[in-house]
């Protein structure tokens, strides 16, 4: 089956902690996104990826880094910087922005 | 920058009911649009993409048609069904070539009553 999946399904962070949300794909896709939703408001870009080893900074991106060390995955981290980090994150794929995107099931992150 | 705005914010219709969702974007120079459907708090479902170049895409009982010059995309839903009940975003691929991300509006959400 190809497709997008997003682990950890729920992810609750501690104040001042780290935490990394995985993104794999076997739809041999290219390019990788990472959005954020927040209730009220669609998905707003934090980073992107066209070819493994190289990202490009989305509309918010402070607090977060990503990696694309394989053409698979591409993790997100969210650091201790980013000072409102509960939302709905969805990571996406396309075959460089030329097919559809398709989207992961989601990670709700939570901060306790 | 390019913005995408959806209208309505919410729909309500009855079981059966044709409909129009609304999409609309400030800038022309898009390299394709793409609708999603979104049930709560689950990923994003692909429904079409239209590329620049063609006005309308079909699959089942939705058809999006895609006005580029005028910065307009519609979504047209055919016989409504209470299963149709969901989000819909539009999201658009801005630029005249490939490698740049989509840009979503907010999203219309829509209730079908049986």
């Known amino acids: 089956d190809g497709g997008i999946t997003q682990s950890p399904k729920y992810l609750f962070r501690k104040e001042g902690q780290n935490v990394t949300l995985s993104c794999e794909q076997n739809l041999n896709h290219d390019a990788m996104y990472w959005y954020r939703q927040d209730p009220g408001q669609g998905l707003r870009l934090i980073y992107y990826?066209?070819?493994?080893?190289?990202?490009q900074k989305g509309d918010i991106a402070e607090g977060y880094s990503v990696s694309r060390e394989k053409k698979e995955s591409f993790p997100l981290t969210v650091t201790s910087a980013q000072k409102n980090p509960t939302a709905f994150y969805l990571c996406a794929s396309s075959q460089q922005g030329v097919t559809e995107a398709f989207f992961g099931p989601g990670t709700r992150l939570t901060v306790v | 920058k390019q913005e995408v705005t959806q209208i309505p914010a919410a729909l309500s219709v009855p079981e059966g009911e044709n409909l129009v969702l609304n999409c609309s974007f400030t800038d022309s120079a898009i390299y394709n649009l793409q609708w999603f459907r979104q049930d709560p708090g689950k990923g994003l479902t692909s429904l079409l993409l239209i590329q620049s170049s063609q006005r309308e895409q079909t699959s089942g009982r939705l058809n999006a048609s895609l006005d580029k010059s005028s910065g307009r995309s519609t979504l047209y839903i055919a016989a409504s069904q209470p299963g149709d009940s969901a989000t819909y975003l539009c999201a658009v691929r801005p630029g005249n070539q490939a490698g740049t991300a989509l840009i979503f509006g907010k999203g219309t959400t829509l209730s079908v009553s049986s």
């Open positions: 990826s066209q070819i493994v080893n190289d990202f």
